[in-house]
């Protein structure tokens, strides 16, 4: 029997038949997929996402053909609805949710074994910018819970050697973000500005870090949402598509 849905929550299909519950608390963006894709793991890997929030990335990872994840979220509610999405989509086995802290994982997750850790942090430090009364929406989007230090620390804990950590922020916080992993031995490798179209500043940044590599970052080419015309992009389209169908 599918798990019963709550007020306000609706079932989004992740590929082909994964149903992932969302909810105005729990729910996700642009961001999210453009992360997804970005850090895009092997069948095989080692993966496990911080700050799950609903779970779209597992979820995506999931319907895409890895098989399995783990997923760590602080909030009792946005676990307890990523459950029952597992459940309603038969990946209760390929999914381990860790309801809990991120500075305190040991006995909870292996470290040194995870080929991939993602986490789509909160966008604003504790102090700047207008709190929610919220909280939820103030968890996602204001550092509360975890600062960006403490997200890299938590993140090279669980990785191994020459493991990836891929993290997405507006841009205004590269400077910060590539200070923070490297004072957590997380090189930066690889970093992709995403912009609406070309021509127009960048809303954000894909970066991913390596444990214990050797210096040296790789500037992808820009990613453009649209065209110059306002259509989708080809580029925008292909992270749609993982999302939304085989």
């Given at each position: 029997?599918?798990?019963?849905?709550?007020?306000?929550?609706?079932i989004?299909t992740?590929?082909?038949?994964?149903?992932?519950?969302?909810s105005?608390?729990?729910?996700?963006?642009?961001?999210?997929?453009?992360l997804?894709?970005?850090?895009?793991?092997?069948?095989?890997?080692?993966?496990?996402?911080?700050?799950?929030?609903c779970?779209?990335?597992?979820?995506?990872?999931?319907?895409?053909?890895?098989?399995?994840?783990?997923?760590?979220?602080?909030?009792?509610?946005?676990?307890d609805?990523?459950?029952?999405?597992?459940?309603?989509?038969?990946?209760?086995?390929r999914?381990?949710?860790?309801e809990g802290?991120?500075?305190?994982?040991r006995?909870?997750?292996?470290?040194?074994v995870?080929?991939?850790?993602?986490m789509?942090?909160?966008?604003?430090?504790?102090?700047?910018?207008?709190?929610?009364?919220?909280?939820?929406?103030?968890?996602?989007?204001?550092?509360?819970?975890?600062?960006?230090p403490?997200?890299?620390?938590?993140?090279?804990?669980?990785?191994?050697?020459?493991?990836s950590?891929?993290?997405?922020l507006?841009?205004?916080?590269?400077?910060?973000?590539?200070?923070?992993?490297?004072?957590?031995?997380?090189?930066?490798?690889?970093?992709?500005?995403?912009s609406?179209?070309?021509?127009t500043?960048?809303?954000?940044?894909?970066?991913?870090?390596?444990?214990?590599?050797?210096?040296?970052?790789?500037?992808?080419?820009?990613?453009?949402?649209?065209?110059?015309?306002?259509?989708?992009?080809?580029?925008?389209r292909?992270?749609?598509?993982?999302?939304?169908?085989?």
């Amino acid at each position: 029997m599918e798990p019963a849905l709550l007020p306000n929550e609706h079932i989004e299909t992740i590929g082909s038949r994964l149903q992932l519950i969302v909810s105005p608390a729990h729910t996700f963006g642009t961001d999210a997929l453009l992360l997804a894709a970005f850090s895009a793991p092997k069948p095989t890997a080692r993966v496990c996402d911080l700050g799950t929030g609903c779970g779209i990335l597992p979820f995506i990872w999931l319907s895409g053909g890895l098989q399995k994840a783990a997923a760590v979220e602080l909030q009792p509610a946005a676990c307890d609805q990523l459950r029952r999405s597992a459940r309603l989509s038969g990946v209760e086995e390929r999914l381990t949710v860790v309801e809990g802290d991120l500075n305190d994982l040991r006995g909870r997750l292996p470290f040194g074994v995870f080929d991939l850790v993602t986490m789509n942090p909160p966008y604003q430090k504790t102090g700047h910018g207008a709190m929610s009364p919220d909280p939820a929406r103030s968890v996602a989007r204001h550092e509360t819970a975890a600062t960006l230090p403490e997200i890299c620390a938590a993140a090279k804990k669980l990785l191994k050697f020459g493991g990836s950590f891929c993290i997405c922020l507006r841009p205004e916080r590269l400077a910060e973000a590539i200070c923070a992993m490297e004072a957590h031995t997380l090189t930066p490798k690889r970093l992709r500005f995403v912009s609406q179209q070309p021509g127009t500043a960048p809303w954000l940044f894909l970066l991913e870090g390596k444990k214990g590599r050797k210096p040296g970052l790789t500037a992808e080419p820009d990613f453009f949402m649209q065209n110059p015309d306002g259509t989708e992009s080809d580029a925008w389209r292909a992270v749609l598509g993982n999302y939304g169908k085989d």
